[in-house]
């Protein structure tokens, strides 16, 4: 989930109002930038009618958990359990709740949407008056063995029989994000050359979620030579290990007959990178940026005025969700391989080590499993 921070809408008060629970469950809590830990919490109950209660079977961490505990995002509160992904089975279900009953094993989107407002019928999700982006960020996340759903109806999917854990919680995030944020924003079309800067998850759902358009080549920019290899496998026609910008640069404009690329795709999130995207661009292409920025990026509006470029931004909306739900069930998108450590709920800390050290590791994207699930 990927984007520049904002200030966010409030959240009605009936959905962040402190309950009393006797119940307690295992939960990773964020204590403010750079603290976090696993501890305690009251187990969450139903606050309203639309709500679904989920036992957490398998979970997962976002590089946009590593921007809140950066300080990259500082409307997350102290106290929160993060999370914003995963898989689980209804435990409970509120009165006006109809789509789904305890037992039912469903997938979590990473919006949360309310299916009623003025955003939510333009199908902009992510905005939605009532939700949005709110789990692992305006109220407590995933990353616990329970969780509580609003608007249970429209914020969650039946897992279909025979699709595994690993490549459902890879669709409660990164691949809609990659694909709607970087694909279909960066209107990729056939015959296109397009560049990816960022080889993490992210960069890699845009790349697999790109092959549906048949690009004629796709070029991989990132500093890990590790990731570049799994991006070739997954059909990038080019990796480029970023080292100098210039040297970078140099290597795009050679590889596209000096022309630049149709779609450039920020993926990472640093200036550096949104600067890269302006440069190796194409006139009359698309800069589309996925990544979350937690700081001011120069717009080079004196080289790209004349230059016919579209530039988009946004969270994902996870609008997709069905279509690549149907390309799981059909053998059309295979991410699994995107997931590369597992751990169990109470290792945790060790989950976030971890991933936090990826190039050395070699990770892209762990699975966190609730054994008591």
């Given at each position: 989930?990927?984007?520049?921070?904002?200030?966010?809408?409030?959240?009605?008060?009936?959905?962040?109002?402190?309950?009393?629970?006797?119940?307690?469950?295992?939960?990773?809590?964020?204590?403010?930038?750079?603290?976090?830990?696993?501890?305690?919490?009251?187990?969450?109950?139903?606050?309203?009618?639309?709500?679904?209660?989920?036992?957490?079977?398998?979970?997962?961490?976002?590089?946009?958990?590593?921007?809140?505990?950066?300080?990259?995002?500082?409307?997350?509160?102290?106290?929160?359990?993060?999370?914003?992904?995963?898989?689980?089975?209804?435990?409970?279900?509120?009165?006006?709740?109809?789509?789904?009953?305890?037992?039912?094993?469903?997938?979590?989107?990473?919006?949360?949407?309310?299916?009623?407002?003025?955003?939510?019928?333009?199908?902009?999700?992510?905005?939605?008056?009532?939700?949005?982006?709110?789990?692992?960020?305006?109220?407590?996340?995933?990353?616990?063995?329970?969780?509580?759903?609003?608007?249970?109806?429209?914020?969650?999917?039946?897992?279909?029989?025979?699709?595994?854990?690993?490549?459902?919680?890879?669709?409660?995030?990164?691949?809609?994000?990659?694909?709607?944020?970087?694909?279909?924003?960066?209107?990729?079309?056939?015959?296109?050359?397009?560049?990816?800067?960022?080889?993490?998850?992210?960069?890699?759902?845009?790349?697999?979620?790109?092959?549906?358009?048949?690009?004629?080549?796709?070029?991989?920019?990132?500093?890990?030579?590790?990731?570049?290899?799994?991006?070739?496998?997954?059909g990038a026609t080019h990796g480029i290990q970023a080292k100098e910008e210039s040297d970078t640069l140099e290597q795009v404009m050679k590889l596209t007959n000096g022309k630049g690329v149709n779609v450039a795709i920020e993926a990472v999130g640093i200036p550096a990178t949104f600067e890269l995207c302006q440069k190796v661009i194409a006139p009359g292409g698309h800069i589309a940026n996925v990544g979350v920025h937690g700081k001011s990026a120069a717009l080079h509006l004196e080289d790209l005025w004349s230059k016919n470029i579209t530039i988009t931004?946004?969270?994902?909306?996870?609008?997709?969700?069905?279509?690549?739900?149907?390309?799981?069930?059909?053998?059309?998108?295979?991410?699994?391989?995107?997931?590369?450590?597992?751990?169990?709920?109470?290792?945790?800390?060790?989950?976030?080590?971890?991933?936090?050290?990826?190039?050395?590791?070699?990770?892209?994207?762990?699975?966190?499993?609730?054994?008591?699930?």
């Amino acid at each position: 989930m990927k984007s520049t921070v904002r200030k966010e809408k409030e959240i009605p008060e009936a959905y962040i109002r402190p309950v009393q629970a006797t119940a307690e469950m295992n939960a990773l809590v964020y204590h403010g930038p750079g603290k976090r830990s696993f501890e305690k919490k009251a187990k969450p109950v139903l606050q309203a009618a639309s709500d679904v209660i989920v036992r957490i079977e398998r979970t997962t961490i976002c590089g946009t958990d590593l921007h809140i505990l950066k300080g990259d995002v500082p409307t997350v509160e102290e106290g929160r359990v993060l999370g914003h992904e995963g898989v689980g089975v209804v435990d409970e279900v509120g009165e006006a709740v109809t789509n789904f009953k305890p037992g039912d094993r469903v997938l979590i989107s990473c919006i949360t949407a309310c299916g009623r407002c003025g955003y939510c019928k333009k199908a902009m999700y992510s905005h939605c008056e009532n939700g949005g982006w709110i789990l692992g960020h305006k109220i407590d996340g995933t990353q616990a063995e329970f969780v509580r759903i609003p608007y249970g109806d429209t914020s969650l999917y039946r897992i279909p029989e025979g699709l595994s854990d690993d490549a459902m919680i890879l669709l409660s995030d990164i691949l809609p994000t990659g694909f709607e944020c970087g694909v279909l924003n960066g209107k990729i079309q056939p015959g296109d050359s397009v560049a990816i800067i960022g080889a993490g998850p992210i960069g890699l759902a845009s790349l697999i979620t790109s092959l549906l358009y048949s690009p004629s080549e796709i070029i991989m920019i990132d500093t890990d030579a590790n990731r570049l290899n799994v991006a070739k496998k997954f059909g990038a026609t080019h990796g480029i290990q970023a080292k100098e910008e210039s040297d970078t640069l140099e290597q795009v404009m050679k590889l596209t007959n000096g022309k630049g690329v149709n779609v450039a795709i920020e993926a990472v999130g640093i200036p550096a990178t949104f600067e890269l995207c302006q440069k190796v661009i194409a006139p009359g292409g698309h800069i589309a940026n996925v990544g979350v920025h937690g700081k001011s990026a120069a717009l080079h509006l004196e080289d790209l005025w004349s230059k016919n470029i579209t530039i988009t931004t946004g969270l994902v909306d996870t609008e997709t969700t069905p279509l690549l739900l149907k390309m799981l069930e059909s053998g059309k998108l295979k991410p699994e391989a995107l997931v590369t450590h597992h751990f169990k709920m109470d290792e945790m800390m060790k989950a976030y080590d971890t991933f936090g050290n990826a190039a050395k590791e070699n990770v892209l994207k762990v699975a966190i499993e609730n054994p008591a699930a």
